[in-house]
């Protein structure tokens, strides 16, 4: 089970492509070395305002790996990344298909899945990654009110 239940609350984690990891790896390494450079002759409490600027670059840097999950509460799919949070009536949705897509979404891989769904009486879509597609395609088949 690569799903975590709270409750009646159950989360998915989102998968993470190896490539988008070893990007941020790269880019956060690069960070720390220029920061280093800067500071070989100096103290760091003299550059402590570069420390700061740096530290919280690599912290918005990381920030998408621990805070893109996925959310079947009751019944209502929520989507959580970043600050970005998208609420979706499980009844609402019409259809979920696979894609690799690579437009901009709350998923942190291309092996995705496309919700489509109704919201304000238009159709909608958002493109997810859960690590356990399996287990949230069959917790959300399993809520009263699916129509997929």
Do not use: C
């Not at 990381?62 to 893109?68: D, G």
């Not at 879509?125 to 809520?143: H, Q, T, W, Y």
Request: proline share 5%.
């Amino acid at each position: 089970m690569k799903f975590k239940i709270e409750g009646k609350i159950l989360k998915f984690r989102s998968k993470i492509d190896w490539w988008l990891l070893l990007i941020f790896v790269v880019i956060t390494a690069n960070i720390i070395l220029k920061f280093y450079q800067e500071n070989y002759n100096y103290s760091f409490v003299s550059n402590f305002p570069h420390l700061i600027i740096y530290s919280l670059v690599i912290f918005l840097i990381w920030l998408p790996i621990f805070s893109t999950y996925y959310l079947i509460e009751n019944n209502q799919l929520i989507i959580k990344s970043m600050i970005f949070r998208w609420k979706i009536n499980i009844s609402d949705i019409t259809q979920i298909e696979p894609t690799h897509n690579p437009l901009s979404s709350p998923a942190l891989s291309l092996d995705r899945l496309k919700i489509i769904y109704m919201k304000n009486g238009r159709i909608a879509s958002v493109m997810i990654s859960p690590k356990d597609k399996e287990g949230f395609l069959n917790a959300l088949r399993n809520k009263p009110r699916a129509k997929y």
